[in-house]
């Protein structure tokens, strides 16, 4: 299996292979398999898969959202008054154990924040959030330069324009 080729992240669909997928952390598997497909036909997260030919190897789910002014950091709601921030969340986000450690994670970390810019353009947003599931997860986001909510640890936030500057720069 780890020499079929990559695929680039898609939409879940019901052709791809989802009942082995394993991260290690079951919540997570059991979204996949049990939410993910139903989730866009009521209004819910999007998720998007990596694949090796049709079996999902890795995951995100992206959702509109707001949070209240008092749960993002300063640089977050500076300028923008005592309203509700608007963001796009990533929900969910995982790498089955067979392919963890090889930089996925990374790479579609970077993919999920290139949606979520694009989607941000369509729909108008401020920040990216992702509530880490736990303090590993926690320090993944950091590295990337997510900010902690001052009223949850495990809630991280990155300003979009941060993310054009720092990811996607315009030569």
């Given at each position: ?6 695929n ?6 019901k052709?791809?292979e ?22 866009p ?18 995951y995100?789910s ?7 002014p008092?749960?993002?950091p ?8 005592r309203y509700?921030?608007p ?5 969910r ?6 392919e963890?450690?090889?930089g996925l994670g ?14 941000a353009e369509i ?7 992702v509530?880490a599931k736990?303090e ?17 640890p495990?809630h ?6 941060d ?5 996607f720069?315009?030569?």
């Amino acid at each position: 299996m780890a020499g079929e080729s990559l695929n680039a992240p898609v939409l879940l669909t019901k052709s791809h292979e989802i009942e082995d997928f394993d991260c290690g952390k079951p919540p997570l598997n059991n979204f996949l398999i049990k939410y993910a497909l139903q989730n866009p036909a009521s209004g819910g997260a999007r998720t998007y898969v990596l694949t090796r030919a049709q079996r999902v190897i890795g995951y995100y789910s992206l959702a509109p959202g707001s949070i209240s002014p008092e749960d993002a950091p300063a640089r977050v709601i500076k300028g923008q008054g005592r309203y509700p921030v608007p963001v796009i969340l990533m929900a969910r986000f995982a790498v089955d154990s067979s392919e963890q450690g090889k930089g996925l994670g990374k790479a579609m970390f970077r993919n999920a924040l290139s949606r979520a810019v694009a989607g941000a353009e369509i729909i108008g947003g401020r920040a990216f959030l992702v509530h880490a599931k736990d303090e590993e997860a926690c320090a993944f986001y950091l590295k990337f330069g997510m900010e902690e909510s001052p009223t949850n640890p495990l809630h991280l936030l990155l300003l979009f324009k941060d993310i054009r500057q720092s990811f996607f720069p315009i030569d």
